[in-house]
């Protein structure tokens, strides 16, 4: 049973525009919601995050939006780089661990 | 701060082998863990430790598999014998006590290959 879905494998966005990246999850018991960023070769870096108390948090180019009811969050890059060229993880943070989707691959084209 | 420190970042060995992974965290941080990231289960955890207890080794694949923490700044993940399903990048992350617990700070992986 996968807690944690990332339906889209993959993305590709042109430079400039918006990118929205989603993700679900089906255990309530989630407090804490958080996005990686992975380049190839490295390991993820933390992006953003948000409390399940919020729906919305901003930092700079990027807002994660949760949605308890439907159990869905989302992340927005605006506007999208290419440098921002990576896979997405979405984790979902319950009694001390995280779970993890399987990614999406994010490409901006310049 | 040299972030979380893994070696080695590739290891090559044959089935039956013995391996050997090895993980320095952020000095500070108190909580320590173990993923290992195929294409077919993508991103899993193996096994965390606070303040070097293990805590959940729920997803230790087998007994195969065991790691260690024996002091605040050392780990390891140890894989004997190897096989080829095994061959995987496992990652090694941590993070640091209090409201932050929540974000983890991943090292470089060592990738796996048993031949």
């Known amino acids: 049973d996968q807690q944690v879905k990332q339906n889209s494998p993959s993305l590709s966005v042109q430079e400039g525009r918006i990118s929205i990246l989603n993700c679900d999850y089906t255990?309530?018991?989630?407090?804490?919601f958080l996005w990686y960023k992975k380049y190839p070769a490295e390991g993820p870096t933390f992006l953003i995050s948000?409390?399940?108390?919020?729906d919305k948090n901003e930092d700079g180019r990027f807002t994660v939006f949760l949605n308890k009811s439907a159990k869905h969050l989302s992340l927005h890059i605006v506007p999208s780089q290419p440098g921002d060229s990576a896979v997405y993880f979405c984790?979902?943070?319950?009694?001390?661990?995280?779970?993890f989707g399987d990614g999406t691959t994010l490409t901006v084209k310049p | 701060d040299a972030g979380v420190i893994q070696s080695p970042r590739h290891e090559v060995t044959e089935m039956g082998q013995e391996v050997t992974l090895r993980c320095k965290p952020i000095?500070?941080?108190?909580?320590l863990f173990w993923y290992r990231q195929t294409m077919m289960r993508g991103l899993e955890l193996l096994i965390y430790?606070?303040?070097?207890?293990?805590?959940?080794d729920s997803g230790m694949p087998e007994d195969r598999f065991s790691a260690k923490m024996p002091n605040a700044s050392f780990s390891t993940l140890k894989i004997q014998p190897s096989e080829p399903r095994d061959s995987a990048v496992y990652f090694c992350?941590?993070?640091?006590?209090?409201?932050?617990?929540?974000?983890?700070?991943f090292g470089p992986g060592t990738r796996l290959t048993v031949l």
């Open positions: 992350a941590s993070s640091p006590p209090g409201l932050a617990q929540d974000t983890q700070y």
């Open positions: 255990n309530s018991m989630f407090d804490y």
């Open positions: 948000i409390s399940s108390i919020k």
């Open positions: 984790a979902a943070h319950n009694a001390g661990k995280s779970t």
């Open positions: 000095s500070g941080h108190d909580y």
């Open positions: 430790f606070n303040n070097n207890v293990p805590i959940d």
